[in-house]
């Protein structure tokens, strides 16, 4: 073979793995959108809910004259308010968080934020939600949004998985042995078949014939979009799963050294 053939075809095999970067990287993009979207819908449902909560009980509070009545009004005010400001602050730290490169993260911080923002939802559907935390964990590297669009698509799958309700576990510590901070999401759902396990990361993979009720999924990018941040941030993703009994993720994520 002559060596302007060899260096022909070294030109097209850098030409495709340049493409190939620009179509995992234009995948990657359109995953944000989608999960951005769905957080988008549920954030709007939910100040929906804290605005009438207001404008209803402070019209009851301005037309009656009943001292102890007023004061309930103004509780439920109250509280609605303060409910609406949680909501905002977790919206604020998701756009603070997206950083174009990594930096020290509290890993927990980020799923508070999240399950925040999805509470209407797994209420909405009869999900319960227990968390494990272990105290004073080593943050991690990461860019906080895209940790939280990993959550978030797993926390969804999650609570989709049980169509007639059910748990999530979500437990965050950290592991000595792998000096990594690991935070599985665990269900009691469906389960995976074990022939559609080896696939469920490859790129438009789906076993879902579109968007639920609540119009999230069945565009084949979300788990693909998972492993591909995983990936970026030197973590590991894993998933165990069977059917009938439910599934739990395990990502681990390289700890950042301690203060100490």
């Known amino acids: 073979m002559s060596q302007d053939l060899?260096?022909?075809?070294?030109?097209?095999?850098?030409?495709?793995?340049?493409?190939?970067?620009?179509?995992?990287?234009?995948?990657?993009?359109?995953?944000?959108?989608?999960?951005?979207?769905?957080?988008?819908?549920?954030?709007?449902?939910?100040?929906?809910?804290?605005?009438?909560?207001?404008?209803?009980?402070?019209?009851?509070?301005?037309?009656?004259?009943?001292?102890?009545?007023?004061?309930?009004?103004?509780?439920?005010?109250?509280?609605?308010?303060?409910?609406?400001?949680?909501?905002?602050?977790?919206?604020?730290?998701?756009?603070?968080?997206?950083?174009?490169?990594?930096?020290?993260?509290?890993?927990?911080?980020?799923?508070?934020?999240?399950?925040?923002?999805?509470?209407?939802?797994?209420?909405?559907?009869?999900?319960?939600?227990?968390?494990?935390?272990?105290?004073?964990?080593?943050?991690?590297?990461?860019?906080?949004?895209?940790?939280?669009?990993v959550l978030l698509n797993l926390l969804i799958n999650a609570r989709q998985a049980m169509p007639d309700g059910g748990n999530v576990t979500i437990k965050i510590e950290y592991n000595a042995n792998t000096n990594t901070v690991d935070c599985s999401i665990q269900d009691n759902g469906t389960g995976i078949p074990t022939n559609i396990l080896p696939h469920i990361f490859e790129p438009s993979f789906t076993t879902k014939k579109g968007p639920d009720a609540s119009g999230k999924g069945g565009n084949g990018v979300g788990l693909a979009m998972c492993k591909k941040i995983i990936d970026e941030h030197h973590g590991f993703i894993h998933v165990f799963s069977t059917v009938g009994k439910g599934t739990r993720f395990v990502l681990k994520f390289p700890a950042l050294p301690s203060e100490k």
């Not at 097209?12 to 493409?19: A, N, R």
């Not at 809910?49 to 019209?59: D, R």
């Not at 439920?76 to 977790?90: C, F, M, N, Y």
């Not at 508070?112 to 080593?138: C, G, H, Q, W």
């Open 6 to 149: 060899i260096r022909e075809y070294e030109e097209k095999l850098k030409q495709l793995e340049q493409e190939n970067k620009n179509l995992q990287d234009q995948l990657q993009a359109a995953g944000a959108k989608v999960a951005l979207g769905e957080l988008l819908g549920t954030v709007t449902h939910e100040f929906n809910n804290m605005l009438m909560t207001v404008i209803n009980y402070t019209s009851l509070g301005l037309r009656d004259t009943d001292t102890q009545r007023r004061t309930n009004a103004l509780q439920k005010i109250d509280l609605a308010s303060r409910r609406a400001a949680k909501i905002s602050e977790s919206i604020l730290a998701m756009a603070k968080n997206r950083k174009p490169h990594p930096e020290p993260t509290d890993l927990i911080q980020l799923t508070e934020d999240i399950l925040l923002l999805l509470e209407r939802e797994m209420r909405k559907y009869r999900v319960s939600v227990d968390t494990s935390f272990a105290p004073n964990l080593p943050e991690i590297n990461a860019q906080g949004n895209q940790i939280q669009q």
